[in-house]
């Protein structure tokens, strides 16, 4: 079983950034495939991005350039910097992970509310 807690969400202004981290339970944490998913209200969830077990990134369009996805494999923690954010960025954030091989996301965190005003 593995545990996801993120932390690092709040209210900033368009053209800010935030640092979401993502810590995460389970002693073969090195191998999972961890993703960043959101969710506005009113809208289904969407893929932001993942780093895989070669810390790897892939994003959606809609955030390349301006996120970034890095882990420490060491402190079993999954970061996302979110720079240039934009009103359309707001949504709940949610770290996700899956082992090698999956092509679902088994586990999930609570999420993190991330704010963007105009």
């Known amino acids: 079983q593995v545990q996801l807690v993120e932390s690092g969400g709040g209210l900033v202004q368009a053209g800010g950034s935030l640092r979401l981290s993502c810590a995460a339970s389970g002693r073969t944490f090195r191998t999972y495939t961890m993703g960043w998913f959101r969710q506005a209200p009113g809208k289904e969830r969407e893929f932001v991005g993942r780093?895989?077990?070669?810390?790897?990134?892939y994003y959606a369009d809609s955030v390349k350039g301006r996120f970034t996805i890095s882990r420490d494999n060491a402190k079993n923690m999954v970061y996302m910097q979110m720079n240039s954010l934009k009103p359309e960025d707001t949504a709940i954030y949610y770290c996700a992970a899956r082992n090698p091989g999956q092509s679902e996301y088994p586990y999930w965190g609570q999420g993190t509310q991330v704010t963007v005003s105009a």
């Open positions: 780093t895989d077990w070669s810390g790897g990134a």
